[in-house]
């Protein structure tokens, strides 16, 4: 399962930008994150004096529009950059009359972040259903076809897919394949260093609430507040090792609940700092 | 103030959706709903093929059918729309307490508001609603959330037949800029044919005028369409509870009726029906509601106050009789009449404070025990009034 990356001309530096998954949650408002009484549309740019980096999430539920992402990334200024998750519509809820119109639909919508170069990547989040048939490989497939052109990153989320087959395929792609820190529950993707696109790492911390993973419920599922040990270790363990073969890095905290993914963002990017490695 | 998060639902062609789901073979066919019984039938309710064919609702059954020949007619099931209301209605309750049906075409609002703590970002709950009245139900809402419910309505009429909308709050006026003012509730056909004269058909144009120009051409309705042409709308959402729902009973008419005879029995029998309930549990009525379905499909609801509030089957009879002649005003048949009592109050035990008045409320108290008790002991036919005579030879 565990791959040694074929590297053939190691980047010289990587540079690691830090961010949130989402940024327009109240609750953070309430948690002091942002000033009280702060409205949804004035976020982005609070946001954006802390972090140099989010991954869009509204993606995933409607379709994005060339006016909204480019009011965002006016908003955001020039510096910024942003990832943004693939619409539900290609990767959950895909209807083969529809999906690759829906494609077009998208990589429109994402046209001025890709045009002003402030789109790190398109992330790819495959149901936890979604595992290693031959009919998903085929939809998968066609699917990295048809965004052809677009920074893609890749997260599974069923084991299956955890094969140096789908890792050198992701390679021969240059296809950024996803490292997820989650709780150590059967089936879930491991937790892996595997870098398959010399250009990009990508890592997301969902929280380790085992409790309240499968409750159905976002508020239980990423409630979690990682410590200073924990984020040291896989520092040490992964993102270093990433760090040297692939020249950007991004990483994400998806435990949203009481802001806690700003919180241990800061923290992380204090602790990259600590260990020399060069922040965005 | 805190900002709002509102949450509007849509079924699309709700009345097709629901018949779609009671047989499975009209999925893949056009379909109109239509009285095809009534002499001057108009559509109800179409399919989107049926749309996209030229069927409107409102058109007359026999223009509609021009359009879209091969379009499957079904007759207009009131009842099962409002069921299917409230089944969708009970899967958004769990989500917030504040969720308010408009009508019985399929639209919610839900009003999500400091929930995020409990359930996660508002359009992950809609999502998920959306998703339970896909599993549970088979319906396919459009769903948007928005910031307040003009702009959360005007945006599921944007992706109508099927898709979603997020408008993020400070981003209404933005929004609404582009758009043809058609598609804005609350600005009426003839304001639009006013606007129109002034050659502005869009949001953004009539945007651009300001409180005394407008003020100057529409009086006080100016103050109105500024905040609606900017996105503002505080109207809250009215919070619905079931319980709320009160006492209500209907009637569907085995042949659609014009006669004021069978339409008076009826109404006396559902009087009737709701005032043995009323007695039963001491309460009096302070209002009664009457919904009448005529046989072209168009639906009228009016009530009538009961002033003080009552429970004898007489005096309801008269309030009842008050919200008919509010509501039966066209000439067209009757399929379809529901009466009911959302507002009650204990039964006072004041007594009168003259004499008289107080001896004709005793014997009026007097006769309905009497009534009910023999209805009681032999069964609610045993006793019946002469009005209610008409509906045997009807």
New interface residues.
Partial sequence: MEKTPKQKDPPASCRIHVGTSGYAYAEWTDAGFYPAGTKSGQMLPLYAKQFSITELNYTWYRMPTPETIERQRQQAGSGFLFTAKLIRTLTHEIDPMKWQKEALCYREGMAPLLQSKQLSAVLIQLPPSFARTQSNRTHLSVLLDSLDGLPLAVEFRHRSWAVDRVFDELERRQVCLVSVDEPDLPGLFPALDVVTCPDLFYVRFHGRNDQGWRSGNMQKQFDYCYSDDQLGEWIEKRIIPMSSRARKGVIFFNNHVRAQAAENALQLRRLLSKEGLEIG | MQ?R?IIHLNVADFAVAVERQADCRLRNCPVIIAPEAAARAEVYDMSEEAYQDGVRKGMPLKTALRFCSGAKVLPPHPDRYEQAMMQCFKRVLPYSPLAEMTDQKGHIFVDVT?T??????P??I??RIRSAFRSEMGLDPIWSVASNKLVAKVATRLVKPS????V????EA?FLQPLPLYLVPGILPEDRKQFGEFNLSFVGQVAGLTMEQLDLIFGRRGHTLFNLVRGIDLSPVQSFCLKKKGICFDHVFGTDTGQVSVVEGVLYRLTEKIGSLLRRQRLSAKNLGLILDFSDGKRVVRQAAARPPVHDDFSLFLVAKLALERAWTRRVRIRHMSLSCNRFESRSSQLELFAESRAEKEKKEQLMGAIDRVRQRFGSGSLRMGRTFSLDSA
Avoid: H
Avoid at chain 2, 116 to 121: A, E, H, I, K, V
Avoid at chain 2, 163 to 166: A, M, R, S
């Fill in positions: 900002s998060s400091g995020s703590r409990l359930f996660g970002p359009p992950d809609a999502w898709g979603e909308y997020i993020r709050e400070g981003e933005c």
